[in-house]
Nanobody, 126 residues
Framework: QVQLVESGGGSVQRGGSLRLSCRASGGDSERTHIMAWFRQAPGMEREWVASVDNYGATDLANSVKGRATISRGRTENTLDLQIQDLQLSDSAMYYC???????????????????WGRGTQVTVSS
């Protein structure tokens, strides 16, 4: 069973930056073939933010493109998300997710990912 634990959330002023980290345990490269960050604000649907697979291919949502970077650690059991120029609309609970190589759902869909962390809160204030 893959376990994902997020860290790095907190409160930050608008225009600031934040680095979120996720550590995976209990899995292998097959079950963590692709990893991603999603976020969910109160009353809103869960929104895909960014993803990266074992080949290093990355994708970013338009809402963060140009100010966010997603990367995996050298051992592939860590996942980082760096967001700059944070906006009030970035406030949300951020979730780390992992999906297996045999799941062919779109990478920006929650159904692509079998494993989820419990989330870390990001609050952007003016």
């Amino acid at each position: 069973q893959v376990q994902l634990v997020e860290s790095g959330g907190g409160s930050v002023q608008r225009g600031g930056s934040l680095r979120l980290s996720c550590r995976a345990s209990g899995g292998d490269s097959e079950r963590t073939h692709i990893m991603a960050w999603f976020r969910q604000a109160p009353g809103m649907e869960r929104e895909w933010v960014a993803s990266v697979d074992n080949y290093g291919a990355t994708d970013l949502a338009n809402s963060v493109k140009g100010r966010a970077t997603i990367s995996r650690g050298r051992t592939e059991n860590t996942l980082d998300l760096q967001i700059q120029d944070l906006q009030l609309s970035d406030s949300a609970m951020y979730y780390c997710a992992a999906g297996s190589a045999t799941n062919w759902s779109p990478r920006n869909s929650p159904s692509r990912y079998e494993y989820w962390g419990r989330g870390t809160q990001v609050t952007v204030s003016s």
